[in-house]
């Protein structure tokens, strides 16, 4: 399993960093990727990480802002989210996969293990 924590309320331009730690998972075997869906709209693919960490890829939206990193020692990945935006509102989950790669990463579909998600708002 995966488990997502660090959201919460920011100003805009202000920053979070969220956390995905997997228990029963082990992480260095695991793709993981960062979705969010805010209400009304379809969930996206906000950023992803390989396995290894060679590999990371992010959304348009949040290129230059957002930056994924992952601790394989601690189990965990993380989402630094810089210069917020009130678009950036919305429940961010985190996902893992052992086998996605490519462009298939932005699909939910392809992610095979769900956190709970956690939420973020964006407001003055």
């Known amino acids: 399993q995966v488990q997502e924590s660090g959201g919460g309320l920011v100003q805009p331009g202000g920053s979070l960093r969220l956390s995905c730690a997997a228990s029963g998972l082990t992480l260095p075997y695991y793709n993981i990727g960062w979705f969010r869906q805010a209400p009304g709209k379809e969930r996206e693919g906000v950023s992803c990480i390989s396995s290894s960490g060679g590999i990371v890829r992010y959304a348009d939206s949040v290129k230059g802002r957002f930056t994924i990193s992952r601790d394989n020692a601690k189990n965990t990945v993380y989402l630094q989210m810089n210069n917020l935006k009130p678009e950036d509102t919305a429940v961010y989950y985190c996902?893992?996969?052992?086998?996605?790669?490519?462009?298939?990463?932005?699909?939910?579909?392809?992610?095979?293990?769900w956190g709970q998600g956690t939420q973020v708002t964006v407001s003055s």
């Open positions: 996902a893992a996969d052992a086998r996605v790669s490519g462009s298939r990463w932005s699909f939910s579909s392809s992610w095979e293990y």
